[in-house]
């Protein structure tokens, strides 16, 4: 069975630039979240999707955005990008609700802004 | 805010010894706890899961919880130089998700 798939895996971008992150969950997961890894802050959730709903959002500005298609695939976008942006983006997807059931990562997308 | 909290370690101890990993959290509406282990450069991986109260064991790890005094636990038996990673603890209260900040553990030939 294919793990959760995020592309690309790595990306360098510039302030002010705009990006967007692509996951692909395990077939049959309907749930899918978006965390932000850093050395300082640890892993800091962005929102979690389920069924192409928004059930879940973290303390993130609205430059922070997501979208979740019927095929349970997740699009993941930050717009006017900054500094500290810069992170490790991870998406992980679960059969039920994120915490109900695991959460199953993916190797993530490394975002560098410059 | 709803917090889980992690000692971050390093916590070392030598090959073949147990290894106790903690957390505690504030929600005591946390109803599903889960450890991860993250290897340097790559994605958590899930560990255990543990739903109610006691001991949880798969193969060298048991995972134990006590919902009275909120803390989760991991232990680590027969601890291997390949054990060496982050640990993170997870804790769910119905709503999101939320991580403990990680343990890097240490085994040390």
């Known amino acids: 069975k294919a793990g959760v798939t995020q592309t690309p895996r790595y990306l360098i971008k510039t302030r002010g630039q705009q990006v967007t992150l692509s996951c692909s969950p395990i077939?049959?997961?309907?749930?899918v979240s978006w965390y932000q890894q850093t050395p300082g802050q640890g892993l800091q959730f962005l929102f979690e999707?389920?069924?192409?709903?928004?059930?879940n959002k973290g303390n993130f500005p609205g430059r922070f955005s997501g979208r979740q298609f019927s095929n349970s695939r997740s699009e993941m976008n930050v717009s006017t990008l900054e500094l500290g942006d810069s992170a490790l983006y991870l998406c992980?997807?679960?059969?039920?609700?994120?915490?109900?059931?695991?959460?199953?990562f993916g190797n993530g997308t490394r975002l560098t802004v410059t | 805010q709803k917090e889980v909290e992690q000692n971050s370690g390093p916590l070392s101890v030598p090959e073949g010894a147990i290894a106790s990993l903690n957390c505690t959290y504030s929600?005591?509406?946390?109803?599903?706890f889960f450890w991860y282990r993250q290897y340097s450069g790559k994605s958590p991986e899930l560990i255990m899961s543990?739903?109610?109260?006691g001991d949880k064991e798969d193969g060298r790890f048991t995972a134990q919880l006590n919902k009275a005094s909120q803390y989760v636990s991991l232990l680590i038996r027969d601890s291997q130089p390949s054990d060496s990673a982050t640990y993170l603890c997870?804790?769910?209260?119905?709503?999101?998700?939320?991580f403990g900040g990680g343990t890097r553990l240490m085994v040390k030939p």
């Open positions: 992980a997807s679960s059969f039920l609700e994120a915490g109900s059931s695991p959460l199953h």
């Open positions: 077939s049959g997961h309907r749930s």
């Open positions: 999707y389920f069924s192409e709903t928004q059930r």
């Open positions: 929600d005591r509406g946390s109803q599903s």
């Open positions: 543990i739903y109610s109260n």
């Open positions: 997870a804790s769910w209260a119905g709503n999101m998700l939320t």
